[in-house]
RNA sequence: GGGGCGGUAGCUCAGUCGGUCAGAGCAGAGGACUCAUAAUCCUUGGGUCGUGGGUUCGAGCCCCACCCGCCCUACCA
């Protein structure tokens, strides 16, 4: 039994997400800590919606909205997507809490006493009208090398050349037109050379664990011989207050610093609520409790670099040395899983373009386990992965309902037609312990597999195991055993496959909890066996310290009932009605009608 | 431009240390069966493992070059 840290990356709130969003952080983080509950670990789950920067004040602008109003908007939708997903999180919160500002102005204060914060003038761009920075990315102009009219503020893409925003000719704010200004202006750089040494030696030790996803550290190896001090504040009106600037309310920390120390806020938030306000540190500074992160491959950077590089200056663990903050010598991540990215068809999803399949849709269509099936079984787990409306109805057909419903079906079926409940068995044969050995390797097996990541092998792995069970009813042949004298067969084959269904359940419950929970009400069982979060509306904490939040809606639960990962056996007598399927085969034409739907 | 990943049967992909590695699932074909959401079970198909070199007794797996696709390139979350 140890702790484990499940921090998922925090989407961000400027509006609904789509399912390549869940397919990168979400699903696999809940399988997961799913099964790390199942095989008797202490997990801690946590993330939130990340709030600031700039893109949600630009989104907030065009929809006439203030970024308040977007991001209690954009908050209220994802909890609710994510939470009909099933997503366990032991705490969804947001970064605009005042628990949250607190936390991060500490980590600011504790990175700044240890000498990683420098001061540092710099040319940067700002939209006249508004004052606030203007990212690269929204300047465009005319390229200086090829004078193509169109190129970025930090490449042109018609030449490939490099450039900076102050080279263009022409600039104009991609937001508005307007010309942006480049003024000279002070901010808090974190020094990345200064623990450059500390996230080697750290990053060579995971390389040695091999444990990390191959591209996910050379990236992370590469990036750090560039490293250079970067930015941690930004002329901009909505983000946290800067400690010891409150002099200077247009400057605020810089979206990343504090989104990624969402994990240790939310880690406290949770403590807190729970009324242990010390409990998180079980999680953070115990040098045994094992933390993986879970995001898209977009992130690899925040998590790999400038997380763990906060995390050391706030321990004093850089060059300039230092002393731990008020938290303690906090642990840096044990992993760092990235997924890749799923496409739609052969793009990407554009949310702009309407080339996008919104979660809250694929929830209200077609439930929140053929799409976790979907993700577990071909999701971009190390390589890009392609979503087809075709592919989904394949697999949801072919592997969800015909190799899984229907071994539940057909076996729920027989047993409540020849015995009306769980019937006791009669001796064992060969075939009926072999099919239960193999049932029961399929805990190791599988397990071993979601441990490491590899939920794609590990679900089908398990859907193996169900295609044995399946095989078994095919060779014994029950539905044959019709005479009185072939009673006890009939008895001890429909247990052995009732017990085969109940631990392949179990095997998938991690995958498809909602579909587990329908299972074992199939069996006879009662009540949630799988714990499902719930949404809790709750009144902030510190309603003084953060931006103006009174209560909000997070995502919580009580898991401490999740069965364990071993064969459970079922009980003789346990009445079995007729079974209703648990799963819907979706006809073909929903393939034509989802393609119409795009255009 | 720099960095990374990938290019294996019609489709989606596995292939850890180089030597039963040429595979799985789906689709297709044939057969069996009928308890089940026309589900299930069995059999089957042969793809010069992107291209061209090289190392080796032996290479999808190592090296070099090239072609193609995708991602990242840091104040875009």
């Not at 037609?417 to 050995?437: C, H, Q, R, T, Y």
Request: negative net charge; glycine residues 8%; proline residues 7%.
């Amino acid at each position: 039994m140890s702790r484990v840290l499940s921090a998922v990356a925090w989407p961000y709130a400027n509006g609904p997400r789509h399912i390549g969003h869940v397919a990168g952080f979400g699903v696999p983080s809940d399988v997961f800590s799913r099964y790390m509950r199942m095989a008797g670990h202490d997990v801690l789950m946590v993330s939130g919606t990340d709030e600031h920067g700039t893109p949600i004040l630009v989104t907030a602008d065009k929809e006439g909205k203030t970024a308040r109003e977007l991001a209690d908007e954009s908050n209220r939708v994802i909890v609710e997507d994510l939470h009909g997903l099933g997503l366990s999180y032991d705490l969804f919160t947001r970064t605009t809490t005042g628990n949250h500002y607190r936390v991060v102005q500490e980590m600011f204060r504790t990175c700044l006493r240890n000498g990683y914060m420098v001061e540092q003038t710099s040319l940067s761009a700002i939209s006249p009208s508004t004052g606030r920075t203007l990212p690269d990315r929204y300047i465009e102009g005319t390229c200086p090398i090829c004078k193509y009219a169109d190129a970025r503020g930090d490449q042109c893409d018609n030449c490939g050349n490099q450039l900076d925003p102050t080279d263009l000719v022409d600039p104009r704010s991609k937001i508005n037109g307007e010309t942006p200004q480049f003024v000279e202006t002070q901010h808090w750089f974190l020094d990345l050379p200064a623990v450059a040494d500390a996230l080697g030696e750290w990053l060579d030790g995971r390389e040695a664990s091999g444990t990390w996803r191959p591209n996910v550290i050379k990236f992370s190896q590469n990036i750090l011989e560039e490293i250079r001090p970067r930015a941690m504040t930004r002329d901009i009106d909505w983000g946290i207050p800067v400690p010891g600037w409150e002099d200077q309310p247009t400057k605020r920390l810089y979206v990343w610093f504090d989104a990624v120390i969402g994990y240790l806020s939310a880690s406290i938030e949770w403590a807190r609520r729970l009324g242990e306000p010390e409990k998180w540190r079980e999680w953070w500074t115990d040098a045994e409790a094992e933390s993986f992160y879970f995001m898209g491959k977009d992130n690899i950077v925040f998590h790999s670099q400038i997380w763990p590089a906060e995390l050391l200056a706030h321990n004093g663990a850089g060059s300039r040395g230092g002393e731990p903050g008020a938290y303690g010598v906090l642990n840096l991540p044990t992993e760092v899983v990235s997924s890749e990215f799923l496409t739609f068809g052969d793009a990407q999803f554009s949310t702009s373009r309407g080339h996008v399949i919104y979660v809250r849709d694929m929830l209200e269509r077609y439930g929140p386990d053929p799409l976790r099936y979907f993700i577990c079984a071909a999701g971009p787990e190390t390589s890009d992965a392609a979503f087809t409306w075709a592919d989904f109805v394949t697999r949801n057909n072919s592997e969800l309902v015909a190799g899984w419903g229907n071994l539940v079906n057909r076996t729920a079926t027989m047993v409540a037609k020849s015995f009306g409940e769980i019937p006791a068995a009669g001796p064992l044969e060969e075939v009926d312990e072999a099919v239960l050995a193999t049932v029961r390797g399929g805990f190791e097996s599988v397990g071993s597999l979601v441990e490491r990541h590899r939920l794609r092998a590990a679900i089908a792995e398990a859907m193996r195991v169900v295609g044995e069970v399946n095989k078994y009813l095919t060779v014994t042949e029950p539905y044959k055993m019709k005479d009185e004298s072939q009673r006890e067969r009939l008895a001890t084959v429909l247990h052995v496959a009732l017990q085969c269904v109940s631990d392949c359940n179990t095997l998938l419950a991690p995958f498809l909890p909602h579909a587990a929970n329908k299972v074992h009400a199939v069996l006879g069982g009662e009540g949630e066996l799988f714990p499902m979060p719930r949404i809790e509306q709750v009144d902030e904490l510190e309603p003084d310290s953060g931006a103006g939040l009174t209560s909000y809606p997070v995502i919580t639960g009580d898991y401490s009932a999740t069965p364990r990962w071993e064969p459970r056996p079922v009980v003789v007598g346990t009445p079995i009605a007729k079974p209703t399927p648990v799963f819907t085969k979706l006809d073909p034409s929903v393939v034509e009608e989802e393609l119409a739907r795009l255009s």
